[in-house]
């Protein structure tokens, strides 16, 4: 084993980069980085009849834009079919295992006796010391290993401890099938071997895995990798994470609008933590994170939090690199058109000097665009219900009265403005908000907005003077 740290990130291309496989990702590569050492990624892509090409691609596309690229080109399991099959072979001539010629009749016969006898189905070891010269003709056989009949099998894990399991329940199980393809058992262990992978951080599903793959390791007489097997992420309601929990792929997340920063803080929180910390940049991410804080027990999905995680992120961007990322997200999200018209000058700076108001708001890139849609707008803007009610219940009076005071004002500011709307509403006995009201409802189409000054100076004099004449008409 090498003195440096090698973690591997292997998902199955058969769908998109989910949020559990993105977390064991991000796991990887924080613990790589922390080590000083590297991250790799293999694409187990045996499976010929699911893998796809356009999942490889999704799979890389989202490590990219979480930002956990690794740092090598990836490995593709199914080209390494030839390695698999050496080993394999090693093993026989070492005597670690040997062919098996029974039949699949024989093996269906074995599963019933096992299940009458009410004992899990195994594989009973008739060919495990059979001169393969009894072989039945046309029969291609299986490679089997010759695993240990007595004893256990211990994996030593940084997360769940010590976990020993009989070897009698292990069994002869297959590496190399009849067509001469790699079991998962078998590809596994070679490529993490081949590759130097010193560390396995993996889902805790594949905890019964590791026993076996122990079993090749020992073998093979190699080194074998420190396990760390990770819990797996659940509901909000503590059930197995669905769809509806947001077990989703990656680009969903993009796509609502979520950060990749905000969701590498809100993931690496699910089932490690340092103290209380819940906002965690990613230097200290970094910094902080070791295998042996990982939580045995499963974390829990929320949604609620991971807006306000995402929210704080959103109000930490510097306002023109928040409008960067907001032209870069544009065609992934549901209302990113928009924006469309808006990428050049003047629309560009006028929604960087919105950005202060409109960022306290957002808890999502969708709900920030959202948001700023009153600033390309096209006239006669359209009310929402809320507006309507609030310049139909007086609000337009209100903005008659007020409109030649504004139409006054040749040096356009949030200040000046202001200054004529206090005096205007001082004259009429008014509070501040009666007025600011229908001027918001007026100028944005909505109830709800960033201070209304401000709408009025971003938006500019003309335009703000005309959003002002449609509704006073």
Known sequence: MTDRVVTRFAPSPTGYLHIGGAR?????????????????????DTDRERSTDAAVDAIIEGLRWLGLEADEPPVSQFERAARHREVAEELVAAGRAYYCYATPAELDEMREKAKAEKRPP?????????????????????????????????????????????????????????DGTPTYMHAVVV????????????GDDHLTNAGRQTMIYDAMGWDIPVFAHIPLI???DGAKLSKRHGALGVE?????????????????????????????????????????????GAAR??????????GHWIRAMDDEALVDTLFSAQPYLPNGSILADASENPERSKLQRAMPGLKERAKTLVELTDSASYLFASRPLAL????????????RDVIRE????????????????????????????????KIAQPLRAAMTGRSTSPGVFDVLDVVGREESLDRLRDQAA
């Open 191 to 202: 490529d993490d071997h081949d590759m130097g992978v010193t560390h396995i951080i993996r």
């Open 384 to 395: 929402d219900d809320k507006a309507a009610e609030i310049l139909n219940s007086g609000g």
């Open 252 to 296: 969903a997340y993009r796509e609502m609008g979520y950060l990749p920063v905000a969701l590498r803080n809100y993931l690496v929180r699910l089932g490690w933590s340092h103290g209380d910390e819940e906002i965690i940049s990613p230097e200290d991410m970094i910094a902080w994170f070791d295998i042996d804080d990982i939580n045995k």
């Open 122 to 178: 195994r594989y009973d070891g008739r060919w495990r010391d059979r001169d393969p010269a009894e072989a039945p003709v046309g029969v291609k056989p299986v490679i089997r290993i010759r695993a240990p009949l007595e004893g256990e099998t211990l994996v030593r894990d940084r997360v769940q401890g010590d976990v020993r399991f009989p070897n009698k329940d292990l069994d002869d199980f297959i590496l190399l099938r009849s």
């Open 234 to 236: 659940h509901g909000a």
């Open 24 to 44: 064991t990702a991000l796991f990887n590569w924080l613990y790589a980085r922390k080590m000083g050492g590297r991250m790799l990624l293999r694409i187990e």
């Open 402 to 433: 007020l409109l030649p005071s504004l139409e006054g004002v040749s040096d356009w500011s949030a200040e000046s403005v202001e200054a004529v709307v206090r005096k205007f509403a001082e004259a009429k006995g008014l509070k501040l908000g």
């Open 301 to 310: 999905f929320d949604f609620a939090k991971l807006d306000a995680v995402n």
